[in-house]
């Protein structure tokens, strides 16, 4: 069908992978040096007022606990709310248990515009202090925004971008998927991971920059520099390798044969996805939202909720001042984890092909039974007290890994508008080709193109896993 000699059909983008890659190989000759984007990040940070200081419960503004439930609610009725969760789950070694949780129903858009500049994608990123950031101005999406956010029910000002990725009829969707985020402390949380590619010019306001995805990989290999909502949209990026190129090591050319789906694998994706099926299936996590005086072996104090052992993490109370928020100041409560968390992603090459150990992980608060985890995704100060059989699996070879089969080793912060210094150190261990795995039934050897294909859906690859995919991406 044409109109006035137009089709009507759309074709897809046969360049695509390509221009990804040029991107990614492109360092110092995008629109901005190395040393600009550092100059750029250091003038945000410097610039930023944001002012974090824990305070009481009772010093909380339009935040509350209901008299009945003993949830800690909004007066809004909006942004989130903390309260309870019974869970029964044969996955783990504990099989029941209560616990708090963030329940925040609502999706919110966490966006990434794009735009070939001199012939080079770059993506427009911003400098965005949250309280809970250990160190204050990360690299985060354009657009970084809940629904009560962009609503404005903060009677704050406006989200800029936001426009872009509610009215897509100026750009084309390189990406758009809801996807979760972490369920042992959220319910049921998605958000909506969107790549919108323009071609008119947009003017960056002060706190945003044009970035190649060579240089966010840069950024991504230092320590709390890019923020859990980037790493999370740059793993929807649609393509295949986008690292070193075919000039690198031995790794880089397994990575880019593990991109190609016609190089195989140790499961083909029928497999795979069977696999995942059954896990799905096998597995028995009965999750029940229930009041927050009705947890368990938490306790409550002025100024926190917490464990009795100390362990897992506790609620606690902030007031914010900030220059470069939608609105200037305000009080909420955080989640604060207890420990370092370790996050590791062991690799092997068979037959020149890279493949990563993922494992089939139930928690709580998904919309599922199981997601696709890392190898690896605890922490390590929460089992020091247990027996060796009940650890979990290969955390021990993770803590006393060979440095020499590190390829990647970087602590990364996670979601700072809900999270107080959450961090966790993400590895990426490369092991033997002959590696024993043990056969265990929620542990699978997959390769960069079952990932990426599965990353097109929703619910298959946790947070976590999706971050170590995006730091995959940028091995050289």
């Known amino acids: 069908m044409t109109t006035a000699g137009r089709s009507l059909l759309r074709k897809p983008d046969d360049t695509l992978a390509e221009r990804l890659a040029y991107s990614a190989r492109t360092v110092d000759n995008g ?13 945000r940070s410097a610039n930023q007022v944001h002012r974090v200081e824990r305070i009481p419960f009772e010093d909380l503004r339009r935040w509350r606990f209901d008299e009945d439930s003993g949830d800690l609610h909004h007066d809004s009725g909006k942004f989130f709310r903390i309260q309870g969760l019974r869970v029964e789950s044969d996955y783990g070694p504990v099989p029941a248990w209560t616990q708090p949780i963030i329940n925040q129903p609502e999706i919110g858009i966490l966006g990434i515009l794009v735009r070939e500049i001199d012939g080079v994608l770059h993506c427009l990123l911003q400098a965005k202090s949250e309280p809970g950031n250990p160190g204050g101005v990360q690299v985060s999406p354009t657009v970084q925004a809940t629904r009560s956010n962009y609503l404005r029910v903060h009677e704050g000002g406006s989200v800029p971008y936001l426009d872009r990725f509610r009215d897509l009829s100026g750009g084309r969707v390189l990406a758009d998927v809801l996807q979760s985020e972490q369920g042992s ?4 949380k998605r958000n909506r991971n969107m790549i919108v590619e323009v071609d008119d010019e947009v003017e960056p306001l002060e706190d945003f920059c044009w970035l190649t995805l ?10 709390n520099v890019v923020n859990m909502d980037a790493r999370t ?3 929807c990026m649609p393509g295949g390798f986008e690292g070193g190129g075919e000039d690198g090591g031995e790794v880089t050319s397994a990575l880019l044969r593990s991109c190609d789906p016609a190089e195989g694998g140790l499961s083909t994706s029928v497999e795979m996805m069977s696999w995942i099926t059954s896990r799905e299936s096998e597995h028995t996590v009965r999750a029940e939202l229930i009041g927050l005086n009705e947890v368990r072996q938490w306790k409550r104090t002025s100024h926190e909720i917490q464990h009795e052992r100390g362990l897992f993490f506790t609620v606690i109370a902030v007031a914010v001042l900030a220059n470069s ?17 370790a996050i590791a992603l062991l690799v092997k090459r068979v037959d020149g092909v890279l493949h990563a150990l993922v494992s089939a992980r139930a928690e709580p608060g998904y919309h599922g039974t199981v997601e696709l985890a890392p190898t690896v995704q605890c922490t390590p100060d929460n089992y020091e007290d247990v027996a060796p059989e009940k650890r979990p699996p290969f955390l021990d070879l993770v803590l006393g890994r060979d440095q020499d089969r590190v390829l990647f080793d970087t602590e990364l912060s996670e979601e700072g508008g809900r ?14 080709a002959d590696f024993p795995d043990g056969g265990r039934p929620d542990f699978r050897w997959l390769t960069v193109h079952q990932l990426n294909g599965l990353l097109r859906h929703s619910n298959y690859v946790n947070v976590q896993a999706r971050t170590l995919v995006a730091c995959l991406r940028g091995l050289r």
């Open 325 to 341: 928020r939608e609105v200037g100041s305000w009080t909420q409560p955080l989640l604060m984890p207890c420990g370092t968390g």
């Open 31 to 43: 629109l901005h040096s190395m040393d600009e984007v550092r100059s750029w990040l250091a003038d």
């Open 233 to 235: 949209v740059l793993s």
């Open 214 to 223: 060579g240089q966010v990989h840069r950024l991504l290999a230092e320590d």
């Open 185 to 188: 402390w959220f319910y049921r």
């Open 419 to 432: 999270f107080y210094h959450a961090r966790n150190r993400y590895q990426i261990i490369e092991v033997d």
